[in-house]
């Protein structure tokens, strides 16, 4: 196992994702697991949200199986900010608190209401 060697860095493919981490292909012959806690040094709770199947990125060679063709990879060490969350954040609008603040004088006088019927 002399192709890819501790500390290379090369492009892999991401072939599959499970909880724990992903997998990818360097090439025909050589695969690896890019564990969780070598995604990104940010917390991760779904690891899509920093790669999907298919994604090609550059990944660090941690260690390397001398029989099976099979290396451990971190993508950490060579990568900027793989975030790519598509989920949105919330936009404020033009209302903002506004709907709230117009309908609390309504809310406190019907709970005041409420209360003196109970007394």
């Known amino acids: 196992m002399d192709k ?3 500390g290379d860095v090369v492009k892999a493919r991401i ?4 909880k724990y981490g992903a997998f990818a292909s360097l090439d025909d012959e050589y695969s690896g697991l890019i564990h969780i806690s070598e ?3 940010k917390f991760v709770k779904n690891i899509t949200d920093f790669v999907e199947i ?3 990125i550059n990944v660090k060679v941690l260690d390397a199986s ?3 063709n ?5 993508a950490k060490e ?7 969350n598509k989920k949105s954040h919330i936009k404020e609008t033009v209302f903002g608190f506004y709907l709230l603040k117009s ?3 309504n809310w406190i006088r019907e709970k005041m209401e409420e209360i003196n019927k109970k007394s």
């Open 4 to 6: 890819y060697k501790k």
């Open 15 to 18: 072939t599959a994702i499970e």
């Open 39 to 41: 995604i990104t040094d």
């Open 54 to 56: 298919g994604d090609i």
């Open 66 to 68: 001398k029989n099976k």
């Open 70 to 74: 099979q290396l451990k990879l971190s």
């Open 78 to 84: 060579v990568n900027g900010d793989l975030y790519k």
């Open 103 to 105: 309908a609390l004088p």
